[in-house]
C-alpha cells in the first residue's frame, strides 16, 4: 500500500466515523426532542407535585398538633380518673368507719 492509497482509505475511515457519529446524533436528538406541548405538560405536573407535597406537609402539621392535643386531653382525663378514684375510695373508707362507729355506738348502748 503506497502513500496515496494510504490517504485515500485513511480519509474514507474518517468520513465514515463522521457520518456514523452525525447520524447517531441526528437519531439521539430525534428521539430525546420534548415539545413545548411536552415541556407545558412536564411544568403543569411539577406544580401538581409542588401543591400536592404542601397540602401533605399541612396534613402532617395538623395531625401532629391534633396528636399532641388529644395526648393531653388524655393525660388530663386520667388524672381526673385518678382523682375520682382517690376520692371514692375515700368516701368509702369514711363510710366503712361510719357503719363500724353506729354498730358499736348500737351494740354499746
Avoid: C, P
Amino acid at each position: 500500500m503506497n502513500r496515496t492509497e494510504f490517504i485515500i482509505v485513511t480519509a474514507i475511515i474518517l468520513f465514515a466515523a463522521f457520518a456514523l457519529g452525525w447520524f447517531a446524533h441526528w437519531l439521539i436528538h430525534r428521539f430525546a426532542k420534548v415539545s413545548s406541548n411536552d415541556m407545558s405538560e412536564i411544568d403543569r405536573m411539577a406544580q401538581q407535585l409542588h401543591e400536592a407535597e404542601e397540602t401533605r406537609d399541612q396534613a402532617i402539621t395538623y395531625l401532629q398538633s391534633r396528636e399532641a392535643e388529644m395526648s393531653n386531653q388524655l393525660q388530663q382525663t386520667e388524672a381526673e380518673l385518678r382523682a375520682a378514684m382517690d376520692g371514692l375510695r375515700d368516701a368509702r373508707q369514711e363510710a366503712e368507719e361510719l357503719r363500724a362507729y353506729i354498730e358499736r355506738s348500737q351494740n354499746g348502748e
